[in-house]
């Protein structure tokens, strides 16, 4: 069965410093890989998509950025964080039309 | 442009009486409609689909494509019902959200 992990699952980091958020896939190949943003009052914001290896599809400029070293690897990354950037990150998989998300990972920036 | 839209952040019923949580699309295609719900410590997971015209957990939801909406419904609400609802749209690769409702079920 297909599994997907998410860490770490929560991070306290001051403003100004660096993210690393990762996330693997277990049981599939090829999986289009998904981050998104879950914020209270503003629902899931997708933020980058991934259908292969070095293919980013970002859909919200920001100071963020994904990359996808390997098939199965999902990794959302900043060089400074910003307040703003606190929220709850969810990694998602999906094979034709169904999503599969992660536990997600809480951000507190401070 | 929001395409998946959500009226009610916060919805509370009694156990027993019916619910309906409303989802609007903006979609000039076929649309892939679903509804996922995420209980209280758990993860977000797919509840339903409109392809697949079943019922989960007593839920279903009709898609209407001349008023472009995709209501989630049941008849007799449950205390185990009370979690966040979201409707969303795929297109191509890309998933669309709502931003969800809140269901409170009162016993």
């Known amino acids: 069965s297909q599994t997907i992990h998410q860490w770490p699952a929560t991070l306290v980091q001051p403003v100004g410093s660096p993210l690393s958020l990762e996330c693997t896939v277990e049981g599939t190949s090829n999986p289009n890989l998904y981050w998104y943003r879950q914020a209270a009052g503003r629902g899931l914001q997708l933020l980058f998509y991934s259908v292969g290896i070095g293919q980013i599809s970002s859909e919200v400029p920001q100071n963020l950025s994904a990359s996808r070293p390997q098939d199965r690897q999902f990794i959302l990354s900043s060089k400074k964080l910003l307040l703003s950037d606190s929220g709850f990150y969810l990694c998602a998989w999906s094979v034709r039309v169904e999503q599969f998300f992660g536990p997600g990972t809480r951000l507190t920036v401070l | 442009a929001q395409r998946v839209t959500q009226p009610e952040k916060l919805l509370s019923v009694f156990k027993g009486a019916p619910v309906e949580l409303k989802c609007n699309y903006s979609y000039s295609g076929s649309p892939e409609l679903f509804w996922y719900v995420q209980y209280s410590r758990q993860r977000l997971q797919l509840l339903l689909r409109?392809?697949s015209r079943e019922s989960i957990k007593g839920f279903t939801a009709d898609l209407n494509k001349g008023e472009t909406s995709f209501h989630l419904k049941k008849p007799f609400a449950q205390e185990e019902d009370s979690a966040m609802y979201y409707c969303?749209?795929?297109?191509?690769?890309?998933?669309?959200f709502g931003t969800g409702t809140s269901l409170t079920v009162i016993p």
């Open positions: 969303a749209l795929n297109i191509g690769n890309q998933f669309y």
């Open positions: 409109h392809i």
